[in-house]
């Protein structure tokens, strides 16, 4: 690690191999706390090469648990955070919308870094006990149509950093890596990013594979499709600038999509909505990204089609029996 923080330091990038070699090292638990803050921090004052990025995410996904549920055709919708908006768990909803949609949702997720909740948080404090148990995800995204996967518990290295990630407090690589290493390998994909620079990493990466991938980003800087601006939509083969009105929704402001000053409030305002108690914003920001993972899934229905399914899903309360169902199995 001495070498690898000395290149870094001497404003230097590292190889795909040598990033690799320094997410290992930190895996095995042979990196000091002081060391890898100072390796985090690195990459908090300049932007990530695409090299670095690579190697980071395939060697999380080398040594991780991996969770094999590709009978079920699986979709991750998940956000980078460290957006620093401090929004509800739009993401997280979103994924219960999809799933009483009538889609299998496979949903990686992590503590918060940014915001008072995060996803990991909102479903820990709810009563989800979390599993690395292969048998019993299976059995939630057969039996529920979704399942939880606590990153730590599937990625040695991000359990490593988990204490230094909690003490900076802030956007660190893990945030970028999150989406790109779900280990259940999800044969689709709707990620929010918070930049249109990290969306062309994202870009690059994910066209190595062979998912069906849908980019967001509201160009106000939400890692999801916020409704409070235009926002940016980059898939497998097109690009497209689009507005709320676009999709058939109202703009919205920040405002409106607050998720509260304490897990509490966060965990309240999850369930009222989730129990159609939800405001027009927080229903349609929901919905809205709910309909952009069923139009990955599904494009022939249209981007409005998807959305009103969604909006079946949330006002049926389908969405809320399928929240119920996963927290009690």
Known sequence: MKEILSLLFEHKTLSKEQSGSVLRSIARGECNASQIAAF????????????????????????????????????DLCGTGGDAKNTFNISTLASFVTAGAGYKVAKHGNYGVSSISGSSN?????????????????????????????????????????????????????????????????????TGVFSLELARLYHYLLQQSDRTFMLVHSLDGFDELSLTSDFKIIS????????????????????????????????????????????????????????????????????????????ESLNSKRAFTVFKKLINS
């Open 40 to 75: 985090l921090t690195v990459f908090m004052m300049r932007p990530i090469a695409v090299e670095e990025l690579e190697g980071f995410r395939d060697v999380l996904l080398e040594l991780c648990l991996r969770v094999d549920l590709s009978a079920y055709q699986t979709i």
């Open 122 to 190: 909102v479903m820990e404090h709810l009563g989800y006990r979390f599993t690395n148990d292969v048998s019993v995800l299976e059995k939630q995204i057969a039996t529920g149509g979704i399942c939880f996967m606590h990153a730590p518990l599937f990625h040695p290295a991000m359990k490593a950093v988990a204490s230094a990630r909690k003490e900076l407090g802030m956007r660190t690589f893990f945030n970028m890596l999150g989406p790109l290493v779900n280990p259940s390998f999800p044969k689709y994909q709707l």
């Open 236 to 311: 497998n083969s097109s690009e497209q600038l689009l507005s709320p009105q676009n999709i058939g929704l109202p703009k919205y402001v920040q405002a409106d999509l607050n998720g509260g000053e304490t897990m509490e409030q966060s965990a309240k305002l999850f369930l009222e909505i989730l129990n159609g108690g939800g405001t027009p914003a927080q229903n349609d920001v929901v919905c809205a990204n709910a309909g952009m993972a069923i139009f990955c899934i599904n494009p022939s229905l249209g981007r409005e089609g998807a959305i009103a399914q969604a909006k």
